[in-house]
């Protein structure tokens, strides 16, 4: 009828199972601590106060470094397009695509000079489609992951970056 186990096995299913179950974090206002405000804050130049979606840069705190990594989704490495579908999905709660090329389609495109925090931003680095996308944050910055130095924040005007921008929108409703 039933047959034991040993032991070992027993443990080694527990380990498995546990490591399984949703360790994924839950990114919210209230569990981000005024550090990591503070930290954001300064790099963008804003106040602290101007930071309002502190679920937001707890998660970039966190994935913050991580290497680039084409189709990459999780803490080992991570693209561009993964990166920002994982904010959507994570920070939002949001399901957006997953590739560049249909992040692209799914936006109401928008001047630059309209540009608000969760925004999309595309680069064109291959010369004839949208090659990278990156997440508009506040004062000009946004969140991206590069192939040099993995998940950053920087300036949207950044001189080698900035003759690459194409075009940039907000997530269709």
Not at 25 to 37: A, G, I, M, P
Not at 59 to 84: A, M, P, Q
Not at 97 to 115: D, F, G, M
Request: glycine share 8%.
């Amino acid at each position: 009828m039933f047959r034991v186990l040993p032991s070992g096995l027993i443990l080694f299913v527990a380990v498995i199972f546990a490591s399984c179950s949703s360790s994924r974090k839950v990114y919210t206002n209230s569990n981000v601590s005024n550090q990591v405000v503070r930290k954001y804050a300064k790099l963008m130049d804003v106040s602290p106060k101007k930071i309002k979606n502190k679920a937001l840069y707890g998660f970039i705190n966190d994935w913050e470094g991580t290497k680039y990594r084409y189709g990459g989704l999780n803490k080992s490495g991570v693209d561009c397009s993964g990166l920002v579908y994982l904010i959507y999905k994570n920070v939002y709660k949001e399901e957006i695509p997953r590739s560049t090329s249909a992040q692209v389609n799914v936006i109401k495109r928008k001047y630059e000079n309209q540009l608000k925090e969760g925004d999309l931003v595309f680069f064109n680095y291959e010369g004839s489609k949208i090659s990278h996308v990156g997440l508009f944050l506040q004062n000009g910055y946004y969140v991206h992951a590069s192939t040099r130095k993995g998940v950053m924040v920087q300036k949207l005007r950044d001189p080698y970056t900035y003759k690459y921008f194409s075009r940039c929108g907000s997530v269709k409703q």
